[in-house]
């Protein structure tokens, strides 16, 4: 395990596990978890070991509750005009990680914990986790959190709800699961396990395949029908063995259903 100060990192059977570990602070993300997120996600990226990578957090009360406030909103003494927004060092695909990243979400999943959920490619949650924004009770403008949700195809009230309504009103786990936020609702003290049965999984397959349809998928929420179709054959091309096909029946499992 590689030791961090904010975050914890260890890979095993080709799944990186990435783990938020400012548990006092409720996970919330300072300038020192920015940058050894950006290392974690580049160790992602590049390690041809690694083919899915897992997100989730140590402590019982949050996920994440967003930025660290009493750190200060902007970071490195620069000028307002010259800085970056803070939650563009969080996510994955910030970073060009196209390994699938699965976000195990557990107690709050508040405000700027959204940038890591609006990046990873699907986000199970424990049946105890909570959604809010807190951004009305300080009266800060919620934009970018928000805006990364609508990508995720969540409907526009509940999205435009979930940012004014501050901290009192919270999401609950089955509603999450209803408006598309998550993909899986599961007991609190299975979320891990689960977690790692879904990366297990998809390690097992061929990871160019994987790669190349995770972000054949990202680059389709940003284009017409036509030029989804015309990339998409793009990514077969690139992607797809031609002279070497695997054997389906060999990397076939029992079904499940959900």
């Not at 999205?159 to 501050?166: D, E, F, K, Q, S």
């Not at 009192?168 to 979320?191: F, H, N």
Request: contains cysteine.
């Amino acid at each position: 395990m590689t030791q961090f100060e904010t975050i914890e990192f260890a890979v095993a059977d080709h799944v990186a596990t990435v783990t938020l570990n400012r548990p006092d602070q409720l996970n919330s993300f300072n300038e020192t978890m920015a940058r050894e997120l950006v290392d974690a996600w580049g160790r992602v990226r590049d390690d041809e070991d690694i083919n899915v990578a897992v997100l989730q957090a140590n402590g019982d009360r949050a996920f994440c509750t967003g930025i660290d406030v009493s750190a200060g909103r902007w970071w490195g003494g620069q000028s307002v005009f010259n800085q970056e927004d803070p939650g563009a060092f969080l996510g994955p695909k910030a970073h060009h990680v196209w390994k699938p990243v699965i976000a195990a979400l557990h107690g709050m999943v508040a405000g700027g914990a959204m940038y890591f959920v609006n990046e990873c490619d699907f986000s199970i949650c424990s049946e105890s986790a909570t959604f809010f924004d807190p951004h009305m009770n300080g009266g800060v403008v919620s934009a970018l959190e928000p805006m990364g949700m609508l990508s995720l195809g969540v409907p526009f009230g509940d999205v435009m709800r979930w940012a004014l309504t501050g901290s009192e009103e919270r999401i609950t786990a089955a509603t999450a699961l209803r408006l598309g936020l998550v993909t899986e609702v599961v007991p609190d003290d299975q979320l891990r396990l689960r977690a790692a049965e879904l990366a297990a999984e998809i390690a097992a397959r061929r990871p160019l395949a994987v790669q190349g349809t995770v972000r054949a998928l990202w680059e389709a929420r940003d284009l017409t029908p036509s030029l989804r179709q015309r990339h998409g054959l793009s990514y077969t091309h690139l992607g797809n063995d031609y002279d070497n096909p695997t054997d389906s029946r060999a990397n076939k499992r029992k079904p499940r259903f959900r």
